[in-house]
């Protein structure tokens, strides 16, 4: 196996739950050093939530891939002396404390980069460092609300959705990952230092919203609920097969409306007036989805999916989870890998993604016991036994 991309940098995870240890996990993934600096007793929330089991939390040892646990007390003298040192020596560092939180502590940006002028600090929060909100807590869930993403999520008749999974905290990790290599490409490659990068879970999502914001800002146009189909595609839905079960269907280009039309056996829909261009179908959309349905629910599910592959339309099965990892492309692409965990045995990982020709990323471990790697790293600090004991008594007391 080629060197891994990120090979020799290391990155220093002090923020719990999702976006802020998202980051950190994509760079270990593709090979950085990732040490997770956790508060004693407690650790890093997420080892609370979510289900279990045999009392293992089970979305830890994904999230937590890849990275050394270590227990610090940041709030105590001997753990924020033990954070400077790791920093002192590190590439990297991530926290979503509230703003002003590692200031009090002794801890701030000022405070690190003067010690390490190349250090990047990667900050999350909910709404930024700065600006009316920036002292309210912030989840994802905040989040999806107030950029406008709920408002649009969901039926028509009903009220605004919430995503079954964390989408903000998703994107603002991407976004985040995204942000460390620019400044490390900033640092490494133009020669300038180290800087502190301002994410918020709430800003993270607003680039997704943009074509519906600008409907607003220069149309005058407050979008809703429009369920399955969008407001300037169609067809664009989710159908039922006779069978029961659901498919997604996208024919949003001419050409592929056009290729959907034959394979429904519907050629003269390219001619109706209703449904000659997009602009035609989106105003007629309950006529062309009535259609659309009307077949789908004539045909079983495989065979829909058969008579669209051979006409080149984009459909694809809506899946439950089991079918996810039953799927045979995915199985062939190696979609998923099986690592080996101490506590809950073979677990089925979503494989490392992209995918590089040269420096392929690769999952080392699963996500660790709370200080399991606290010898090797304070070893590393060159702390000596009267400094661990420090640190060892301050996370007692």
């Not at 979609?335 to 089925?348: C, N, Q, W, Y």
Request: proline fraction near 7%; aromatic fraction near 6%.
């Amino acid at each position: 196996m080629s060197a891994e991309a990120l090979a020799g940098k290391r990155v220093i995870d002090v923020a719990t739950l999702m976006a802020g240890p998202w980051i950190a996990q994509k760079l270990g993934d593709f090979g950085a050093d990732v040490i997770k600096v956790e508060q004693p007793g407690v650790g890093d929330h997420q080892r609370r939530w979510g289900s279990r089991k045999n009392g293992e939390p089970i979305y830890w040892k994904s999230i937590a891939r890849n990275k050394r646990s270590v227990v610090i007390d940041l709030r105590r003298p001997a753990g924020a002396a033990a954070l400077k040192r790791l920093a002192a020596k590190a590439d990297v560092l991530i926290e979503n404390f509230r703003p002003g939180t590692l200031e009090r502590w002794g801890l701030g940006p000022d405070v690190l980069l003067e010690l390490n002028p190349g250090l990047v600090i990667a900050r999350v929060t909910g709404f930024g460092q700065d600006g009316p909100y920036r002292d309210r807590p912030g989840f994802g869930t905040v989040a999806e609300g107030m950029s406008g993403f709920s408002h649009l999520t969901g039926a028509a008749d009903g009220p605004p959705t919430l995503p079954s999974m964390p989408l903000a905290d998703g994107v603002a990790g991407l976004t985040g990952a995204f942000a460390v290599m620019l400044a490390l490409y900033h640092r490494d490659v133009n020669g300038g230092g180290g800087q502190v990068i301002d994410i918020s879970l709430t800003e993270s999502l607003l680039p997704l919203m943009e074509p519906s914001l600008l409907e607003w800002d220069q149309l005058g146009t407050n979008l809703g609920r429009t369920g399955n189909t969008l407001s300037h595609v169609a067809p664009r839905s989710a159908y039922k097969c006779s069978d029961g079960e659901w498919v997604a269907l996208s024919a949003s280009a001419q050409s592929i409306f056009e290729r959907l039309a034959l394979a429904i056996d519907r050629p003269e829909m390219v001619d109706d007036p209703r449904f000659r261009t997009n602009a035609d179908r989106v105003q007629d959309i309950e006529a062309l989805d009535a259609i659309g349905g009307e077949w789908m629910g004539s045909h079983p599910r495989a065979e829909a999916v058969r008579r669209m592959d051979e006409a080149e339309v984009a459909v694809g099965p809506i899946y439950d989870l089991p079918s996810v990892y039953g799927d045979p492309h995915f199985q062939a692409r190696q979609s998923f890998t099986t690592v080996i965990d101490k506590d809950l045995g073979p677990m089925r990982l979503v494989s490392v993604t992209p995918r590089f020709s040269k420096t392929p990323g690769r999952i080392r471990s699963t996500g660790p016991a709370l200080g399991e790697h606290n010898a090797e790293v304070f070893a590393e600090l060159g702390l000596t036994a009267d400094e661990v004991e420090d640190l060892v008594v301050e996370s007692r007391t």
